[in-house]
T-cell receptor, first 112, second 115 residues
């Protein structure tokens, strides 16, 4: 079945550091890929998405490229801020049913 | 963008009682909604898919008699935790596809504590 694996946290960085959170997936067909962010005590917010191979999703300085050859969708940001501290979830939506499959989440903590 | 509203945001109940959580799509119609459960510092576990006008589809291992789902209209799905016990304490989140089905919108979640 479909699955998503992302790097374990917590990840602790200093402000303005470069961020990479790895995400790889297993899926049949051509899934859509997403990154969601969750702030403490809240629901999830869509950060970015990509619906086909080689698409790059970007938002608020974050980027991720849909790499079919490596089945990856790594999240990157060139310069993180304290306000980026949150839990980040990689997810995929397969061709059937519409349900999202989530990775285990990666907690990011950015220190001033 | 589309908004999904979940109510209540937190609830404390006594063991043995039932609790109802509402999930509403405020500015779009949602024929399908999804209910997730999240334990502290863990990922979201899909519990069930709620279909308007028909029975919900439950994921393996989720007790349908324990977690009752009703999707009576195109904008409202409810999750009722029946005869709640402390192990049911968790964060419950609903979602629905909006934006022409290209983006999932999430409610703000409900923190359930059973004492």
């Amino acid at each position: 079945g479909n699955s998503v694996t992302q790097m374990e946290g917590p990840v602790t960085l200093s402000e303005e550091a470069f961020l990479t959170i790895n995400c790889t997936y297993t899926a049949t067909g051509y899934p859509s890929l997403f990154w969601y962010v969750q702030y403490p005590g809240e629901g999830l917010q869509l950060l970015l998405k990509a619906t086909k191979a080689d698409d790059k999703g970007s938002n608020k300085g974050f980027e991720a490229t849909y790499r079919k050859e490596t089945t990856s969708f790594h999240l990157e940001k060139g310069s993180v801020q304290v306000s980026d501290s949150a839990v980040y979830f990689c997810a995929l939506r397969g061709n059937q049913g519409g349900k999202l499959i989530f990775g285990q989440g990666t907690e990011l903590s950015v220190k001033p | 963008g589309a908004v999904v509203s979940q109510h209540p945001s937190w609830v404390i109940c006594k063991s043995g009682t039932s609790v109802k959580i509402e999930c509403r799509s405020l500015d779009f119609q949602a024929t399908t909604m999804f209910w997730y459960r999240q334990f502290p510092k863990q990922s979201l576990m899909l519990m069930a898919t709620s279909n308007e006008g028909s029975k919900a589809t439950y994921e393996q291992g989720v007790e349908k008699d324990k977690f009752l789902i009703n999707h009576a209209s195109l904008t409202l799905s409810t999750l009722t935790v029946t005869s709640a016990h402390p192990e049911d304490s968790s964060f419950y989140i609903c979602s629905a596809w909006g934006g022409r089905g290209t983006e999932a919108f999430f409610g703000q979640g409900t923190r359930l504590t059973v004492v």
